[in-house]
């Protein structure tokens, strides 16, 4: 009794205070890596050395804000489990408290020849030779907001963004900025004006020509830069890339890596990744890819990766391209309600579009008349679908429609749909930009049956209004992007040096500039993807960068704790049992063959109405995977409108001819990634659901589903076990 009594002491003591208590705040990632406290947001540095993963990200040591921006350290040994060291660079201040140095996104490498010179002795081998470090430098920018004269005698300029390096001899815990900085003061001559925007250096060794090689973006611009250096300290400009497909926005955090295609050695390819911020594939922030040629100096992209927003597929039919700027909607066969009722098309030029240079003409169809405050619908005339995809320009505020509000007070959706059979099944709103970029909607399952597009703007709060153009009947999307995930939270995409060619991982900052500084954590906001592997696969005679979570995070799972095998998925909904707490920490694995009916998939986060739910699944008429997070949870945080957080996040994934699909789903306390088994698809969400959210189900809708295997694991907390 009394050594039970310890025994409960001691345990209380030891673990209750200390582990149990660990990562355990609202939404903490337990297999995610988030900072202890404070602000984080993109992952810089990484790089693999001697057994060693490198994390180091931007961080604010100061708040739950972005602002002293500040290099944190973590490191792995095996991408799952992350030990915090200390800021590796701290913003500086001078003494009345002006900031002088901020250090913004970047990379880092290892020395091993000494180019840079950094080496220094670390001691004596068994036959008494000097061993020498590796030093480790990090390349990133020194944002420098105020005005000031460098010790050095370089004269700065308020809101000056340069390259910078510095160096590390004792493995990153330490660092020893370069006198010589900045070591790239200010853009090319014809980019002087984009000093202040001239940032996230991505440097590697590039072999074959015995140099360092740089990537750095001048954001505005839409253009990397590509420089090279044989000491990390002298960098020549070699050539530049872009603007080219995602473009209306910044380009952030670039970088260029090799791969084998389909695995094959002989077949190297290089892939630029960037951020693009706004104008991401949702609303606001988005990671997209270019696959191409690397020579040293010169990326040059396939030309089937460049995508001319003017060229429209062969063999597509224009649907309506709204040329007819001098009639009503009624006259050219369309109709409109409310404050459209009469009108039609407009000229481009003489509304709201920034970007028209998708369109065919100059007329288009707008909700913006008389500003924000028109409302009503417009709708296209009945036609038969024929195509497998209609493709479309649209732009204008995020207001998408939710089948949960629409037609209630609660409905404030400014979207464009296609009706068929009475439903609407899809919807498209803007992205908070008012350049036109396009959309597909892969409509293959409907073919043979009618349909009618509808705008409907029910809202007259600020940039409550779209436009759409061109639309066309395709037989192959109209392609405007490589977007690398279909996410709204995959952003500044970060691979590791350091690792062989077929090992080549990433990670991504797991939140979205549109409401990343408001979302409901505390003490620390924002947290990293799961680490994936890349490869490049061709899938339908295209290239595509295709990921997957790193397979080390299996050691995290627990055994199975749920498995099974219907031959049948009955339509409605199906309560399977997953015991606390992995209802809220799993993945979640399906397989499944279309039975009678048009959608499969599984309800997380759920309570008993289902009036909160994340829903993830696949429509096999769209032939799509969507996460919905509509019902998610918490979105109050966002206080503004439109609210860019509630969502329904679609990604193409056509049926193959096995006509079975898997998708992997990675459940966290406030987010969920899926995946299919082919890697095409990824998709990243956050979500802020109720703790006593945590009912799992399956659905199937207008019939069954076929052949479905359904397994869970838990995955364990990475912080505690
Ligand atoms: C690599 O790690 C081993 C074991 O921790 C250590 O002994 C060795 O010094 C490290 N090598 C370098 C180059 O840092
Ligand atoms: C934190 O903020 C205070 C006041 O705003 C400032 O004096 C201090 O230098 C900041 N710390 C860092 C690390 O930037
Ligand atoms: C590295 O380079 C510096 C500068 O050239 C030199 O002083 C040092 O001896 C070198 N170390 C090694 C290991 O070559
Ligand atoms: C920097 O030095 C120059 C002289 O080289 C001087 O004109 C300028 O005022 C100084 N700027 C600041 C911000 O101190
Ligand atoms: C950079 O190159 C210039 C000219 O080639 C040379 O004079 C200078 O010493 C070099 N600087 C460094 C840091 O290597
Ligand atoms: C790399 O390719 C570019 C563009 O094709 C070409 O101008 C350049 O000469 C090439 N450089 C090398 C080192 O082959
Ligand atoms: C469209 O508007 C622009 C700018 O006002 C004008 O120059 C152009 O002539 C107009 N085009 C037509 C077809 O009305
Ligand atoms: C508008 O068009 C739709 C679809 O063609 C049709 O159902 C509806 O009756 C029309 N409304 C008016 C007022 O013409
Ligand atoms: C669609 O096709 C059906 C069957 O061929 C035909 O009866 C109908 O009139 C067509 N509808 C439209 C709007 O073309
Ligand atoms: C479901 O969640 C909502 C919050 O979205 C809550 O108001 C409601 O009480 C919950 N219902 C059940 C049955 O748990």
Redo the contacts with the bound molecule.
Sequence with gaps: MVSFTTCVYIVLLGFGGLVRSYYTEPYRPQFHFSPQQNWMNDPNGLLYFNGTYHLFYQYNPNGTTWGFMSWGHAISTDLVHWQHLSIALECESDSNGNVLQMFFSGSAVVDVDNTSGFAVPVGKDRHGHVIYSQPMIAIYTSNYPT???QSN?V??RAGQQSQSIAYSNDNGLTWTQYEGNPVIESPPPQYADQYQQFRDPFVFWHQPSSKWIMVASLAMKQILLIYSSDNLKNWTLESQFGPANARFGQWECPSIFPLYLDGNMQEEKWVLLMGINPGGVITASGSQYIVGSFNGTTFVADPSNVYDPTQIPAGSTVFQDFEEISSTFEEIGWNSTGDFAGLGPQNASTVQVWNIEGCLGIGVLTTYLFGDIATGTITSPTFNITNSYISFLIAGGYYPYNPSTAGTPDDNQVSFSLVVGGQIVYSETGTDTEDLVWRNWNVAGYIGQEAYLLVTDVNTGPFAHLHVDEIIFCNTPKNEANWFDFGPDLYAAATYNGLSVPDRTVIGWMNNWGYGQNIPTSPWRSAMSVPRNLALKTINSVVRLVQQPVPSLSSLYTSTLYSRWFTTLPSGETTINVPSPYNTQMKLSVTFKRGSGTKFGVILRSNATDTQETVIGYDFLGQSVFVDRFKAGDNSFVNWQPNPFPGRYVATLPIPSSNTITLNIFLDWSSVEVFDSTGQVAITSQIFPLDASAMVKLFSVGGTTKDLAVTVNGIKSSWTS
Aim: without cysteine; neutral net charge.
């Design positions: 005005a000031h004269n005698g004269v700065i």
